[in-house]
C-alpha cells in the first residue's frame, strides 16, 4: 500500500519557469489537499479537492494551478515560478472532512526557486 | 480569520526530561488534531480531540482539549530521543465540517533533545 505518492523530490527551478508536482493516491480517498510548509513554519493550504472535477482554493492560492480529473491523481501546477514559492510541498489525502478523519501526507517535494 | 498559535517555537531538553507544548485558538474550535513531522520528514497524524475537556493518552503521550475549545496542549514524559522533532497542533474552526479544508495549523513546536 503506497499512500500518497508525491514526485518529483527535489527539483530546483529558474525563475519564469513552469513546473507540475504530482500526486497520487491509493486509498480511494475522495478529499485531497496541497500544502506548503515554509522554513521552520506551519503548513498553509494552497489547494483542495473534494472529489474529481471539483478543486477549491485554499490560503494561499496565488501563483498555482490544480486539476482532479480522477480520483487518485491531483497534479500542482506552478506557473511563472517565482523565489517567494520555494518551500517544500505537500500533498495530502483523507476519506472525508467528518470530524475523527485522518490525514495521510506525503513525504514532500522540495522545491527552490533561483 | 481563524489564528492559532503555538508555544514554544523551540524547546530544549535533557533527555528523560518532561516536554509540553501549548496551542491557543483565537475561536471555539470544533476539534483539534495534533501531527509530529520529524527532521526531513512528513506530518503524520498523531490524534484527535473533539470533546471539552476530553483527555487521551498514547503511553508517554498526553494530550489535553481546553474546556472552553480553544486550547490543547500535548505533554510528553521522559523524552526520549525518538521524540526528537516539530509537533503541531491543527484546529478544526467550529463552522467547518471539521476536515482538513477547515484546518488552520499553528506554526509547531520544535523538540530539540539532549542526549
Known amino acids: 500500500n503506497a499512500g500518497v505518492t508525491q514526485t518529483p523530490k527535489f527539483r530546483i527551478l529558474k525563475i519564469g519557469q513552469s513546473m507540475t508536482l504530482q500526486c497520487a493516491q491509493d486509498m480511494n480517498h475522495n478529499y485531497m489537499y496541497w500544502y506548503r510548509q515554509d522554513p521552520g513554519m506551519g503548513l498553509k493550504l494552497i489547494y483542495y479537492?473534494?472529489?474529481?472535477?471539483?478543486?477549491d482554493k485554499g490560503e494561499v492560492p496565488n501563483g498555482y494551478n490544480v486539476s482532479r480529473s480522477t480520483t487518485e491523481d491531483f497534479p500542482l501546477r506552478l506557473e511563472l515560478a517565482a523565489p517567494s514559492q520555494t518551500s517544500v510541498y505537500f500533498c495530502?489525502?483523507?476519506?472525508?472532512?467528518?470530524?475523527?478523519?485522518?490525514?495521510?501526507f506525503g513525504e514532500g517535494s522540495w522545491l527552490t526557486v533561483v | 480569520g481563524q489564528q492559532v498559535m503555538q508555544i514554544p517555537q523551540y524547546q530544549h531538553v535533557q533527555e528523560g526530561e518532561d516536554f509540553t507544548t501549548y496551542c491557543n485558538s483565537s475561536t471555539t474550535l470544533s476539534n483539534i488534531q495534533w501531527y509530529k513531522q520529524r527532521p526531513g520528514g512528513h506530518p503524520v497524524f498523531l490524534i484527535q480531540l473533539v470533546k471539552s475537556g476530553e483527555v487521551k493518552k498514547q503511553k508517554r503521550l498526553t494530550f489535553q482539549f481546553g474546556e472552553a475549545k480553544k486550547n490543547s496542549s500535548l505533554h510528553i514524559t521522559a523524552t526520549q530521543t525518538t521524540d526528537v522533532g516539530t509537533y503541531f497542533c491543527a484546529g478544526g474552526g467550529r463552522n467547518s465540517g471539521g476536515g482538513a479544508d477547515g484546518l488552520t495549523f499553528g506554526k509547531g513546536t520544535h523538540l530539540i533533545i539532549q542526549p
Open positions: 495530502a489525502s483523507s476519506y472525508s472532512a467528518d470530524i475523527g478523519n485522518t490525514i495521510y
Open positions: 479537492s473534494v472529489g474529481a472535477g471539483i478543486t
